[in-house]
């Protein structure tokens, strides 16, 4: 018998096992750096604007507390507004470009389709209603004003839906997913305090705290995975909570030293973007990675901007890209605002590299010696 017949067989050992090493040494010989932008905010053509969000195309929705700005790549654009609508603020953006948004000065509830504005309907009790989320159905979600209190809505085009409470008397819807799933707070019974809150249909369900007192659900991404914050058992301090799908316990996501956290944000790949306090009580913008590892943004802001005062303060969206939007504060002048923009870039790890090729290289050096 000849034995030759048994080479194809080594051969496809071989080759399996470097395309293992191969793929190990891919995938281990990337690491996320990000490039920042300022978005023109703190000197530029659109300096003292501010973002609430991004969508997954990239558009950051934002402005300067009169009139809502979109930005696409570093270039804003305002939406139109009619002749009454002063003192507009956009909230959210979806895929498609629609925004909602809140009408600061008469209280309305407002959709952006593009640029074409439309006042949705509010719960007829004057005062104020905002919309505070958007799904890419066009769905949002916020408070409307009814009685002495605010109460927590959904908008089916211009239909408005209100939302049960946890028993007490006021609420508010702060985030949707593409599944129509709406999360936010509400008031327990007697109004002895804000619970998260999760919403199917307009029926309430308590997500619960971290012992304390209160707690907040700000967002929900289509795996049903949901963010916000929660006092500690004993109320000394607030920490950002995840809550790992739709009947999880809530999930201490830590601080970066001091007494303070939230969450804000969350992507299709459970990136989280918010806040928290270091040891010595300075508020600034971070990311847990896959939920796990806490990073201080501040950490990729350029040094120029760092020496002039300026501090990523709170991260308020990151989208499916792992893009994240924030707010730039300055301890030199407290008057100044600014936003921020990080957009990931991938890096070779040099090790991994090195490993890769030390890998290829001893079975270039099989190879001959077998010929």
């Given at each position: 018998?000849?034995?030759?017949?048994f080479k194809?067989?080594?051969n496809?050992?071989?080759?399996?096992?470097?395309?293992?090493?191969?793929?190990?040494?891919a995938?281990?010989s990337q690491?996320?750096?990000?490039?920042?932008s300022?978005l023109?905010t703190v000197?530029?053509p659109?300096?003292?604007?501010?973002?609430?969000?991004i969508?997954?195309?990239?558009q950051?929705?934002?402005?300067?507390?009169v009139t809502?700005?979109?930005?696409?790549?570093?270039?804003?654009?305002p939406l139109d507004t009619q002749?009454d609508m002063?003192?507009?603020?956009?909230?959210?953006?979806n895929d498609l470009?629609q925004t909602?948004?809140?009408?600061?000065?008469?209280g309305?509830?407002?959709r952006w389709?593009?640029s074409?504005a439309?006042?949705?309907?509010?719960?007829?009790?004057?005062f104020?209603?905002a919309a505070l989320?958007i799904?890419?159905?066009?769905?949002?979600?916020?408070?409307?004003?009814?009685?002495?209190s605010?109460?927590?809505v959904?908008?089916?085009?211009?239909?408005?839906?209100e939302?049960?409470t946890?028993g007490g008397s006021a609420g508010?819807g702060?985030?949707?997913n593409d599944?129509g799933?709406?999360v936010?707070?509400?008031r327990?019974?007697?109004d002895?305090?804000n619970h998260?809150?999760?919403w199917i249909g307009?029926?309430?369900?308590?997500?619960?705290t971290l012992?304390?007192t209160?707690s907040?659900?700000?967002?929900i991404n289509?795996?049903?995975q949901?963010?916000?914050w929660g006092?500690?058992?004993?109320?000394?301090?607030?920490?950002?909570?995840?809550?790992n799908?739709?009947?999880?316990t809530p999930?201490?996501?830590?601080?970066?030293?001091g007494d303070?956290?939230?969450?804000q944000?969350?992507?299709?790949?459970?990136?989280i973007v918010g806040?928290?306090?270091?040891?010595?009580g300075?508020?600034h913008?971070?990311?847990?990675d896959?939920?796990?590892n806490?990073?201080d943004?501040?950490a990729?802001?350029p040094?120029?901007?760092?020496?002039?005062g300026w501090?990523?303060t709170?991260?308020?969206?990151?989208?499916?890209?792992?893009v994240i939007v924030?707010y730039?504060?300055?301890t030199a002048?407290?008057?100044?605002?600014?936003?921020?923009?990080?957009?990931p870039?991938?890096?070779?790890v040099p090790?991994?590299?090195?490993l890769f090729?030390?890998?290829l290289?001893?079975?270039?050096g099989?190879?001959?010696?077998?010929?």
């Amino acid at each position: 018998m000849n034995t030759k017949i048994f080479k194809p067989a080594k051969n496809k050992l071989a080759q399996a096992v470097a395309l293992g090493i191969l793929a190990f040494a891919a995938n281990q010989s990337q690491a996320t750096d990000y490039t920042f932008s300022d978005l023109g905010t703190v000197s530029g053509p659109y300096a003292g604007m501010t973002v609430s969000g991004i969508n997954n195309p990239g558009q950051v929705i934002g402005g300067d507390g009169v009139t809502p700005y979109v930005w696409t790549g570093d270039v804003a654009s305002p939406l139109d507004t009619q002749p009454d609508m002063d003192l507009t603020s956009g909230a959210a953006i979806n895929d498609l470009g629609q925004t909602a948004a809140i009408g600061q000065d008469r209280g309305y509830p407002i959709r952006w389709n593009g640029s074409s504005a439309t006042v949705v309907d509010t719960l007829g009790g004057g005062f104020i209603s905002a919309a505070l989320a958007i799904n890419n159905s066009g769905q949002m979600v916020g408070a409307s004003w009814f009685g002495s209190s605010f109460h927590p809505v959904r908008w089916d085009g211009n239909t408005i839906t209100e939302l049960d409470t946890l028993g007490g008397s006021a609420g508010v819807g702060g985030g949707i997913n593409d599944a129509g799933i709406v999360v936010g707070q509400s008031r327990i019974t007697n109004d002895d305090a804000n619970h998260a809150t999760l919403w199917i249909g307009a029926a309430a369900t308590d997500l619960g705290t971290l012992g304390g007192t209160g707690s907040t659900a700000n967002d929900i991404n289509n795996k049903g995975q949901i963010v916000g914050w929660g006092n500690d058992i004993n109320d000394i301090s607030d920490h950002a909570i995840l809550w790992n799908g739709l009947n999880a316990t809530p999930q201490d996501l830590g601080t970066l030293g001091g007494d303070y956290s939230a969450a804000q944000a969350i992507n299709d790949f459970s990136q989280i973007v918010g806040s928290s306090t270091l040891v010595d009580g300075s508020t600034h913008a971070v990311l847990w990675d896959t939920t796990s590892n806490l990073i201080d943004l501040n950490a990729y802001l350029p040094a120029e901007l760092s020496t002039a005062g300026w501090v990523m303060t709170y991260g308020f969206g990151i989208n499916n890209s792992g893009v994240i939007v924030g707010y730039l504060s300055n301890t030199a002048d407290t008057s100044l605002a600014a936003a921020f923009k990080l957009t990931p870039t991938t890096v070779p790890v040099p090790g991994a590299v090195w490993l890769f090729g030390s890998a290829l290289a001893g079975f270039m050096g099989m190879k001959r010696r077998k010929q």
